[in-house]
C-alpha cells in the first residue's frame, strides 16, 4: 500500500484550505514537528501563516499557548501520527487546564488505513484528545475542513477558553478541495463569548450593595478578568474605591508593580515561605470578596481567603459555576466580567472610597526578606535571585513592558510572590497544568508576542532539563530570551513534599548527579555564563538583557527546607 497519496498540482488541497482558514481566522504561526505527512503539506501554501519547528511537540503546545494567550487570538500546534500526537496531549493539557485557545493538529493514517492500535503508529488520536479538549473531530471528507476550523475555533474561543483537536487522515489532507474559497468569511469572535445568565444585572447590584456596605471589601482577580479585557476597568474601579487587589498566580500585572492597592498574588506556600501570616494579613480583616473571573483551575483556594472573620463572596464569572461544593458564593454572577465591572461602576458612582486594610507589615517582610544581603556558602537563595532578575527587569523594560516567565518547581512559588509583572500576563507560569518543562516554550511564546520588549525566564534543573532540546530552538529563531536555570541538582519541590510528609527525604527519588548548563546552552548556540553572587548574577543579566541574543545564566541554588515545615501546604 502506498504511503504518499498526495499528488502534487497546483490546485488547492485540504492543507491549503486548513491553512489558510487558520490565518483567517488570526492564527499567525503553527508549532510542530512534521512527521511522514510532509508529502501532504509544506506549510508554505499560505502567506501570513508561519510554521516554527521545535524539538518537541509539549514545547509545540505550549509556545502556541503562551502566543495565544498574549495575542488574545487562537494560534495553531502541530504534530505527526501515533507517538507525535500522544507527545502534543501534554500541551494541549496545559491548554486546557490553563484556558488557552489553541488549535491543536495531528496528521493521522490513511484514512481507508485506520485500524486503532494494528496499523503502523496508529491510535485513536480523537479518542486521546477527546477528554482533554473542547471539541475534537477528525476530518472524513476534504470539503469539510473549513467547517471543522471553523467549529474548533468557535470552541476554543467560548468560556472557559480551551484547546480544539482535528486529527487530518495523511491522504486527505493532500487531497484536492476548493472549500477555501466556497465558505463566507471566517468569524472570530473579537473576545471570548461566555454565559451571560438572564437577569445578571440583578445579581450584579446585589454585589453592589455588598460593596457599599463593606468595611474591607477586596477584588480579587483571575485571568478571565484579563481575557475579557476588563484589566483597564477593574483598576479603574479599584483606584476609584480603594479596593485592593488580589490576583491568582496568572493574573499578575492587573495592577502594575508598586501600586499602593496592588496587594500581590497569593500561593498555598507563602506563609512557609515568608515565615510569616500573610494569608492572615491579606483576607483576615476583610469582609466581602468580589472574585471577578474566578476559575479554580488558577490554584487560589477559597481555603486560603477563609481566615478572620466571616465574609461576603461574591462570584462574577462567564461560566457556570464548576465546582459548587469547594465555593459556593453568596452572589453568582454569571457574565462577562468587563459588563459587570461596568455595571458595578455606574451603581457605586456616587459611594465614597474605602479605608484599605492595612499589610504594611507583610509588605516590610516581604522587602526585608527580598533584599537578604547575605553570602550563603551553599549557593544562592531563589529570593535573591529573583529580586536580582526585578532589578534588572525594572532597568531594562519600557513602563508597563516585559515577561517573567516561570517554569515549575519551588522556586515557581517565590515568582508567584515576588517576580515584577507590570503588563497583564507580565508573569506566565502554568497554574492550572504545572508540567516542568514549561518554561522555554512558555518563553519563546511571550517573546515571539511580544518582540520589543524583555523576556525572562526562572527555572530549575529538574524542569529545564526535561524539556531543554528547545535550546536549539529559541537559538535558531534567535529570540532573545535570558534564562537563568536554578541549579540544585535535585527536583526541590518534591523533597520538600518528602519532608513534610516523612521529615526526612530520600535521595533516589530526587537527586540527580548534575549537569553544566552553561556547557548544554552552548552546545545548542546559546551563549551562557555561571553567576554564583547578587553582583554577578545582576552582572549577567544586564548582560543578557543588552545581548539581542538567547543567553543563560546557571545559578547554584539550595533551599532552607525545615522538616515538616512550609504548614501552609496543609491548606
Ligand atoms: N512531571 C511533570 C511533567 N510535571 C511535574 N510537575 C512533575 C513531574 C512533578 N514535579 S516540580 C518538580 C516535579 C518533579 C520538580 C522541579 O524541580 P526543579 O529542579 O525544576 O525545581 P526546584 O526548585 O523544585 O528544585
Ligand atoms: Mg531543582
Redesign the pocket.
Known amino acids: 500500500m502506498s504511503r504518499v497519496s498526495a499528488t502534487p498540482s497546483n490546485n488547492p488541497t485540504t492543507a491549503y484550505a486548513l491553512l489558510r482558514r487558520l490565518r483567517d481566522h488570526g492564527v499567525e504561526t503553527v508549532f510542530g514537528v512534521v512527521g511522514r505527512e510532509a508529502a501532504s503539506i509544506l506549510f508554505d501554501e499560505v502567506e501570513g501563516i508561519d510554521f516554527v519547528l521545535t524539538r518537541h511537540e509539549f514545547t509545540a503546545g505550549v509556545a502556541a499557548d503562551v502566543l495565544a494567550r498574549i495575542s488574545g487570538r487562537p494560534q495553531a500546534c502541530w504534530a505527526t501520527l501515533g507517538p507525535g500526537m500522544t507527545n502534543l496531549s ?1 500541551g494541549v493539557a496545559t491548554s486546557v487546564l490553563d484556558r488557552s485557545p489553541v488549535i491543536a493538529l495531528a496528521a493521522q493514517s490513511e484514512s481507508y488505513d485506520i485500524f486503532h492500535n494494528d496499523t503502523h503508529q496508529c491510535v485513536d488520536a480523537v479518542g486521546v484528545m477527546r477528554p482533554l479538549t473542547k471539541y475534537a473531530a477528525e476530518l472524513q471528507r476534504p470539503d469539510d475542513i473549513t467547517d471543522l476550523v471553523d467549529s474548533a475555533v468557535s470552541a476554543a474561543m467560548t468560556e472557559p477558553v480551551g484547546p480544539s483537536f482535528i486529527s487530518l487522515p495523511v491522504d486527505l489532507l493532500g487531497a484536492e478541495t476548493d472549500t477555501a474559497s466556497s465558505r463566507p468569511p471566517a468569524r472570530t469572535p473579537e473576545k471570548p463569548l461566555g454565559v451571560v445568565q438572564d437577569g445578571w444585572q440583578a445579581a450584579a447590584d446585589e454585589a453592589a450593595e455588598l460593596l457599599a456596605e463593606a468595611e474591607h471589601p477586596v477584588l480579587v482577580v483571575g485571568a478571565a478578568a484579563i481575557r475579557s479585557g476588563a484589566a483597564p476597568a477593574v483598576r479603574a474601579l479599584a483606584e476609584r474605591l480603594g479596593i485592593p487587589v488580589i490576583t491568582t498566580y496568572i493574573a499578575k500585572g492587573v495592577l502594575p508593580e508598586g501600586h499602593p492597592l496592588n496587594y500581590g498574588a497569593v500561593t498555598g506556600y507563602m506563609d512557609g515561605i515568608l515565615s510569616f501570616p500573610a494569608l492572615e494579613t491579606l483576607f483576615g480583616p476583610v469582609d466581602v470578596i468580589i472574585t471577578l473571573g474566578y476559575d479554580y483551575a488558577e490554584d487560589l483556594r477559597p481555603s486560603m481567603w477563609q481566615r478572620g472573620g466571616e465574609k461576603k463572596t461574591v462570584r462574577v464569572s462567564p461560566t457556570v459555576n464548576p465546582v459548587p461544593r469547594v465555593f459556593q458564593p453568596d452572589v453568582d454572577v454569571v457574565t462577562d466580567v468587563l459588563a459587570f465591572v461596568e455595571h458595578v461602576d455606574e451603581r457605586t458612582a456616587r459611594l465614597t472610597p474605602k479605608t484599605a486594610h492595612d499589610i504594611a507589615p507583610l509588605r516590610e517582610r516581604i522587602a526585608e526578606f527580598l533584599a537578604d544581603p547575605e553570602t550563603y556558602a551553599d549557593g544562592m537563595r ?1 529570593h535573591q535571585v529573583i529580586d536580582c532578575m526585578n532589578t534588572v527587569m525594572a532597568e531594562t523594560a519600557e513602563t508597563g513592558e516585559g515577561t517573567i516567565v516561570s ?5 515557581r512559588h517565590y515568582g508567584v510572590l515576588f517576580a515584577r509583572a507590570d503588563q497583564p500576563f507580565g508573569f506566565l507560569t502554568s497554574a492550572g497544568c ?4 514549561y518554561g522555554i516554550p512558555a518563553a519563546m511564546g511571550a517573546q515571539m508576542a511580544r518582540p520589543g520588549q524583555p523576556t525572562f525566564l526562572i ?6 532539563h ?1 524539556n531543554s532540546a528547545d535550546l536549539e530552538t529559541i537559538a535558531r529563531l534567535n529570540l532573545p530570551i535570558v534564562t537563568v536555570v ?1 541549579n ?1 541538582d ?5 523533597e520538600l513534599y518528602q519532608n513534610l510528609g516523612h521529615r526526612r527525604s530520600f535521595d533516589p527519588v530526587v537527586k540527580f548527579t548534575g549537569v553544566d548548563f552553561t556547557k548544554l546552552a552552548e552546545a545548542n548556540g546559546v551563549e551562557a555564563v555561571r553567576a554564583a553572587s547578587r553582583e554577578d548574577l545582576v552582572a549577567a543579566l544586564r548582560k543578557g538583557a543588552a545581548l539581542g541574543r538567547p543567553f543563560l545564566i546557571e545559578v547554584p541554588v539550595n533551599y532552607d527546607f525545615k522538616a515538616g515545615g512550609f504548614g501552609a501546604l496543609d491548606i
Open positions: 501534554t531563589v517554569d515549575i518547581g519551588f522556586f504545572s508540567s516542568f518543562g527555572a530549575g534543573d529538574g524542569g529545564f526535561s536554578v540544585n535535585t527536583n526541590g519541590l518534591i
